[in-house]
């Protein structure tokens, strides 16, 4: 039986007071298939504010760089390690400047970004998560971005065999083509509950539109997410102990196959008086490993 995921975003915030390498604290890969997702690889604009298809690395390499990967893979081989591309705010929309060289671009830019985080073993990217919150347009996401996910996976060089879709209901529509169009190599559909229309108030509800995100997609690839930004949390769209309760009804009736947190910088620091680190992700991998 396969162990269920849990993916944690992080370097997704520079210059962050606690948090400077992996959290251990966290990583449980006895028990769970455990992921570190990288954000962002972001594209360079031209002056229209329009992509280029050109990406760097714009995650806190500093604290989660070359060599802190490194460490991480050697002392924790079975932790996966995802690059997120993309953006989540309105400053990194999909946008593409010209679409007949977008692809090109980033295969070549991204696969400089895998070859960088190699050791002698070859490239230590596991993956890629694609995660552009804004969308300005419909079609050219779907085959543009499913190109490139073909390109990056046949490339022998590297060692792409995890790939997946990061939607919320603000832009599902968006991923549902994409995912339709490369439904075989996308492993996971990491859904944001954190960005919903309408606050989800009760674990019945959560359930709901649990099911109903699984029907757009597939079966046992849609992984919930919450997140621990405080930016996030002022929206109130969901709170912890609906998350939590939530996920506790769909693991009673073996609906879980995993979860994924935003973000790693934010759940260090308790929101709450009393609260430990990483209170809710630890609280998700007892439950997901509950038997």
């Known amino acids: 039986m396969p162990k269920p995921i849990f993916r944690e975003y992080i370097g997704v915030k520079r210059d962050s007071p606690t948090l400077h390498d992996f959290p251990s604290e966290i990583i449980d890969t ?41 460490k991480l893979k050697e002392r924790y081989p079975e932790v996966k390690v995802v690059i997120s591309i993309g953006g989540r705010g309105v400053q990194t929309p999909f946008h593409p400047a010209e679409e007949n060289v977008w ?8 696969k400089q970004i895998f070859q960088k985080y190699s050791n002698e073993s070859g490239s230590m990217i596991d993956g890629i998560d694609i ?21 990056l996976k046949k490339d022998d060089d590297l060692n792409i065999n995890v790939v997946s879709i990061a939607p919320s209901e603000t832009n599902s529509s968006h991923y549902q083509k994409l995912y339709n169009a490369k439904k075989d190599y996308i492993n996971w559909v990491d859904y944001q509950f954190s ?17 109903t995100v699984e029907k757009d997609y597939h079966l046992r690839k849609v992984l919930p997410g919450f997140s621990t930004d405080p930016d996030d949390a002022k929206h109130n769209k969901i709170t912890r102990d609906v998350f939590i309760g939530g ?45």
């Open 103 to 110: 692809v090109e671009n980033a295969q070549e830019s991204l």
């Open 247 to 291: 996920c506790t009804r769909l693991k009673q009736t073996s609906s879980l196959p995993g979860v994924f947190f935003w973000n790693a910088h934010d759940s260090v620091t308790p929101r709450s008086d009393g609260d430990k680190p990483y209170i809710v992700e630890l609280s998700l991998q007892q439950l997901l490993t509950k038997s």
């Open 131 to 151: 995660n552009y919150e804004h969308i300005s347009s419909d079609e050219p996401f779907a085959r543009l971005v499913g190109q490139l996910i073909t390109e």
């Open 195 to 211: 960005n919903q229309h309408k606050p989800v108030h009760k674990d019945d509800h959560f359930v709901e539109f649990f099911k």
């Open 30 to 70: 006895e028990n769970l298939e455990f992921h570190f997702i990288l954000g962002f690889a972001t594209e360079n604009y031209n002056q229209a504010r329009k992509g280029t298809g050109t990406f760097e690395e714009s995650w806190d390499s500093e604290s989660f760089g070359l060599e802190n990967v490194k």
